[in-house]
């Protein structure tokens, strides 16, 4: 039985009516939540075995759910939000994924006709007969390492139970009554610590999805609405990753009110520097720093009230014993995985792969990774999550990444943070620089050309750096060309244009799973935003500053090439037996009518060059597909050549004009101009892709469903 589902039980019965669980529109009882999760546990029982994939966003569902396969013989896989579609189904083949769980929205992304299980707001949906896999309860958690490709963390019962009762015990002082989970609760910090050790200390979690806390996507934050939520909540707790403490201390600095509710907030994740410690201090915000991995089941070591020393990451927990290596590598005995997917089981200790020391006093101290090391050209040892620790806590710095291997000076890749120039950028690197040794003071600084993500593969899922990959696109070795900017914003889309061309459809037509009303939807919505080409193309024209009228020379040209190109597509659809006059009329598919209110928005209030990012998407797409899909089209429905003026038009003999776009691009020198085409691109690119989702396709191809008619039949 699980120490946590034996808690619950005791809850139930001997707090029955005290609240465990609040999200924005309902609360749940500790009876009640006991009463959904054995409503679950009861569906579940008949896929021991199985691999489980649990989906969605913060929601009480989740934890529900989450609760409710504790001690079964399942795999659990918690996926991850912000993780990209090639990460999922990365995810999915690793682990064997054979059913999908979770609240009916979520589940419903990766299967039509998910089973709702009564009395509980969670659906299911068996993707394949299950198998076994399993012969004891494991949770898999997938963090994406410096390649972006996930790593399976297998985890036991008892060591995920364990590393629940260490933090519950070490917060047994601060004495806890409310706890916001701020992070997904797919990502094991906020899983182990803000929920598993709050149900042990009988303590309320508030319980908001992420967009509602002001995230918008991986990389992205809305300090204010998460101050909104703070105001409303006031909750003693709750865990922070650096960039939203950096993100909290500057709103308070620069006027927002100062929190007074808080208790306690853990700050984990990643290195935090000693001065945006001690701005907090300053606040008087009570931040503790603590330090794990998912290989230990979570947290490792914590400051607290009573042991706090900061620049450490505190003492270690009570289920753990540490020692380091002659080489400072720290090494966790006592609660470690049983292994990565894939791989065979782990004994003995945990070689972290951290750098550090324990002082007298048993305070633990980071200072890096052992990997990152590099050693600079006078043969000076540097740590580069330190320098970039110093770096970020600057209010002008959102993210830094830092190289200098065999380098006489170091080199920064840098990102401003929003409402700050390169000039603050340049001072708050002087200034950090003041607070470093002079072996360790950055002297080169290079603009990002958009922030590191997850989907540009330059950040993992939990904002880590992805060393490798920066370093490729923005450090070229000697007798390499430096990337031109056509080429930069090429490799900065590759997530979201693989997004685009992993849409269905691009399967099926090859394989003739398509119908007349597909390639009808996708001319209609073609329509809808050809339309708007021209006068798009004229108000970015109108808002573009004197100095650039290079760029509306160009949009000159590329008017009276597109003008009436929306005429051309509605005969198109005559020819094809449609309504055109309907469709004139029509309103679009809501990722078209997102995607042109999206660039009017960019040119008018933002940056009027974002208008290319457009032009990346639609004509680099039709050169790639447009008459090669267009001819299986037209051979399978048997179309005249009239249906295809609009895909003919902008397929291959069309490669003159992305080169003329090419060439354009790569004159684009300004920096914030470069980051609104990037910018624009990816979300042209995400939505376009919506778009080819929403195509109606036939179910089976031709024959096969030839075949099985005839099968019916007999």
Known sequence: MSLLLEQLDWLAHQRADAFALQDADSRLTWRELQDRVQAVRGALTQFEGAAIALVGDNRLQWIVCDLALMGLKVRVVPIPPFFSRQQIDHVFEQAAIDLVIGDEDAVRAFHHGPQRIPESGVALAVLRNPRPVVEHYEKVTFTSGSTGTPKGVRLSLASLEATAVAIAEAMAEVQVTCHLGVLPYATLLENVAGLYAPLLQQVTVQVRNLADLGFNGANQFNVFAFFQQLQSLRPDACILVPQLLM?????????????????????GGGKVSADLLQRALALQLPVYEGYGLSECGSVVCLNRPSARRIGSVGKHLSHVSLTFTDAGELLVRGNGMLGYLGEEEVCGPIATGDLGWMDADGFVHISGRKKHLFITAFGRNVNPEWVEAELTARPAIAQAAVFGEAMAENVAILTPRSGFDWQAVESAVAEANQQLPDYARVSILIPTVEPF??????????????????????????????????????????AAREYLLSAPVIQAVPEGRFQLAGYQFFLEQAYHHVKHTVPLMMACGGRLPQEKEWVREALAEYIEDEYGHQEWILNDIAACGGDKEKVRNDQPDMAIELMVAFLYDQIQRQNPMAFFGMVMVLEGTSIKLATQMGKIVQQKLDLPNQ???????????????????????????????????????????????DMLRSIPLASTQPEQQSQESSHAAA
């Open 643 to 689: 249906a295809f003026s609009y895909l003919y038009s902008h397929g291959e003999l069309d490669q003159s004009h992305f080169d003329f776009f090419r060439n354009l691009m790569d004159k684009v020198t300004d920096l914030k101009d470069q980051q609104a085409i990037v910018h624009s691109a990816n979300v042209v690119y995400r939505l376009y892709g």
């Open 453 to 494: 993500s997850v989907n540009n593969g330059m950040a993992t899922a939990n904002g880590r750096n992805c060393r490798n990959v920066i370093e490729q696109h923005y450090l070229r070795s000697q007798g390499e060309h430096s990337m031109s900017f056509f080429e930069q914003l090429t490799t900065l889309t590759t």
């Open 247 to 267: 993100a909290l201390v500057s709103a308070c600095e620069h006027g927002l009110p100062v929190p007074q509710h808080f208790k306690f907030i853990a700050v």
